[in-house]
């Protein structure tokens, strides 16, 4: 089948000859319409979250069509369109059985820029018809922002300064709206400061109030840290999202007591909850997942698509 690998740090590769994937008796097999491509995307590639020991296919968001079921599956079946949760935890480990997948220490990922992915049943989520192909594409990122801002458990009619206006800023922003709180963005690129605006979030620098109840990093830049944290009202919660690979950050510890603030790191979300309410979200119309895609490419354009992610403010999806 046709499927984009990387081969080495920051080598890319369309070919026509990567095996199929086999269909374990809990698994189903799906063939791919959309794939989202993200910054986390570039750090697989550049080989900073895992080392690139053997070539693999990459891409973690997105969706298809079931084309095939294993022999334990019941509860799916050919021609369902589903979106693929894309992380894999045991869900027999401590962390799991306690509501915390997300903390699996036994994660597995799909590999889904390709002609077919495989996925355990159980974490493919079957979509209304009212829900788009491309929407597939962009359903995974915002349960990681949605599940940040639900953590951090800020409420409605509540403020936070959000660091950031990439992808996951966006997200976090739209995540806000969607419970009545409100997000303030500050980034330096002002093409995703008004992508963030155009999802609900208003510009850090017209912020009235003096400090933030909560703060979400997810520029990913280390010295940002403290930015954030002066930024935050005593008894305040910042959560960090970004990934800050390579840095360290000079905290004040007396500070953090003083004012009591709560610092949180934040990764993906749990299943099963985060994306049932995610999907349950977009079914009312409170969360609308394809808002932030400005840009669309064939499978063929894979390559380009992964070289401009960047360059473009909004979300970028790949349809097959
Ligand atoms: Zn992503
Ligand atoms: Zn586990």
Redesign the pocket.
Known sequence: MRAVIVKAPNELELVDDWPEPECGPDEVIIRMRTVGICGTDLSAIAGHLRPITEPRVIGHEGGGEIVKVGANVTDRCVGQRVVIENNF?????????AGR?S?????KGPRLLAEYAAAPARFTWPVADSVSDIALGCIEPLTVGYAAVKRSGIRAGQDAFIIGAGSVGQLVAQSLKAIGAQGWVQDPHEGRVQTAVALGAKVASDYQGEDFPFVFETSGVAAMWNVGLGKLRRGGHFTAIGLATGSTVDLDPLDVVFRQLTIRGNMIYDHPTDFGEVLAAMADGTLVAEAPVQARYTFDQSLEAIAKVREIPGKSVIEF
Do not use: R
């Open positions: 935890p045991c869900m027999e480990c401590e962390f799991c059985t997948s903390l699996c220490p036994n994660m």
